[in-house]
């Protein structure tokens, strides 16, 4: 099954800091919903190009999410944007346009 609708590609950058009080911990990011692990760094998704779609990260670390963010991306919002994850393991992250 093939589907018409028009797609396009969003580049998102996850940035973990240099001196965080956590280690061995992924992201994990939502896209509308659907959630799916993650690796830090560069990394491309395939979105709905004639709708707002809303995305989302967290992180995980086997006791309580933190870190969590989440962004609406616009049709015509640029198609890069950076979450920065926080230092400390209790906190919120930021998700930004890049």
């Not at 998102?12 to 659907?34: Q, V």
């Not at 709708?51 to 609406?72: D, H, I």
Request: a positive charge; proline letters at 7%; hydrophobic letters at 45%.
């Amino acid at each position: 099954m093939t589907s018409d609708r028009a797609t396009r590609r969003i580049e998102l950058t996850m940035h973990k800091p240099w001196f965080a009080l956590y280690g061995g911990i992924r992201p994990t990011l939502i896209i509308e919903g659907r959630g799916q692990p993650v690796q830090w760094g560069v990394g491309t998704w395939q979105l709905a190009a004639d709708e707002s779609v809303t995305l989302g990260v967290f992180l995980f670390n086997r006791m309580w999410r933190f870190g969590e963010a989440q962004f609406t991306l616009a049709p015509e919002d640029p198609a890069k944007l950076i979450y920065e994850a926080p230092i400390w393991p209790f906190t919120r992250g930021r998700m930004r346009l890049g």
